[in-house]
């Protein structure tokens, strides 16, 4: 494995045992094997290497969300979109919990905050993908995947913090009609 990969891995599994905030360069070049000095050389900064590291631990919770979607032949709906997604947040838990830490810098670091507005852009785009009619204009189907992105986001605060009472897959699916039907009028 290549230097550069190593303290990828490295920082990924930092985020998940200390989280963004708590990680220090240090932590990386140990858990990576990693020489000290390559974070630099490779990545600028701790907090460059961070944010590469972070944007593909969820890039990595999105492609197993895709997968586990593409699974479903032929689409099975709203529901499996919002149960699917509450499973992976389960597992991937401190990946989120790392995205929350890495929200509360990005106000004051302009790298972190452009990293973090292209992936939610990259996000509302696929949601489109996946869920907007294709006879929808783009605008509309960005529209539609902003919408989505939206609950998504609420949905993953809402389980981080309180698991019991976040709304469920069945919950999501029963209330979209109802918003559907409040908003056309």
Not at 28 to 56: C, P, R, W
Not at 89 to 111: C, M, S, T, Y
């Amino acid at each position: 494995m290549k230097e550069r990969d190593k303290l990828i891995e490295g920082a990924k599994r930092c985020l998940q045992e200390r989280g963004y905030a708590h990680t220090t360069a240090r932590d990386i070049a140990q858990t990576s094997g990693a020489n000290l000095a390559s974070i630099g050389y490779h990545f600028g900064s701790k907090d460059a290497l961070l944010v590469e590291a972070m944007l593909e631990a969820t890039a990595d919770w999105a492609d197993k969300l895709r997968q586990a979607l593409a699974d479903d032949a032929p689409r099975e709906g709203q529901e499996t979109l919002w149960r699917r997604a509450i499973e992976l947040l389960d597992l991937h838990r401190p990946v989120f919990v790392a995205n929350i830490e890495a929200f509360a810098q990005a106000e004051r670091r302009p790298r972190l905050r452009q990293a973090l507005a292209d992936a939610q852009e990259t996000a509302r785009l696929e949601l489109a993908h996946w869920l907007a009619e294709a006879t929808l204009p783009p605008t509309k189907q960005r529209a539609v995947g902003a919408f989505y992105l939206t609950l998504l986001t609420g949905l993953i605060l809402q389980h981080l913090i309180d698991p019991e009472r976040a709304p469920t897959a069945e919950m999501l699916t029963e209330a979209l009609p109802a918003v559907r039907v409040r908003g056309a009028g």
